[in-house]
């Protein structure tokens, strides 16, 4: 079909056509997905993405609810540094570092577990498409690694905001104070 479309195309318009002597067109057989199953494989690469982009934000929030918690269990210590003249911003970058850490071990881990996996994934035949090739090369572990660093600033700024919030003396006094037992505070 395409043969013919094509002479019919060179017949219409000569003067666009003066050096195309060929009309036989060739078709190489490329290694890759048919057509049929390429919709149906597009369909659930862009629903694992998605997937997985929700695991990531969920992750991220749990994680950063974490972070925040550990910040207000620090209250006493910053507020102490704040005292002693630490600058909000130099809190803020110790808070961001820990959570920056805490994400590239993740990544780490998560780059680990998705080699394990793509060798697991390996030896499966699925029907229609064969033997299946996940390869992860520099690129993935690029994506990887500024996904973990972004998610780590998106959502450690916060916590860090929030735990670097100058408390004054509120902090600065002990959690309980002693009460006598007539009701006087010592």
Known sequence: ELTRATR???EAHPADNKKFTNADVWMERR?????RTRAQAAQLVTTLGVVGAL????AAANVSNLLLFHGVRRRNEIALRLALGATRWRLIRAHLL???LLAVMGGVCGMLLALWSARLLEGFVL??????????????IVQAT????????VFGVLPAMMASRPQGAVALRPASTPVTRRGRYI
Do not use: F, Q
């Open 8 to 10: 019919l195309l060179a």
């Open 31 to 35: 290694p890759g997905l048919p057509i």
């Open 127 to 140: 029907p229609g498409v064969g033997m299946v090739s996940v390869p992860i090369d520099w690129r993935v």
């Open 146 to 153: 500024v996904v973990s660093v972004a998610s780590a600033c």
């Open 55 to 58: 695991l990531l934000a969920i």
């Open 98 to 100: 820990d959570s920056v």
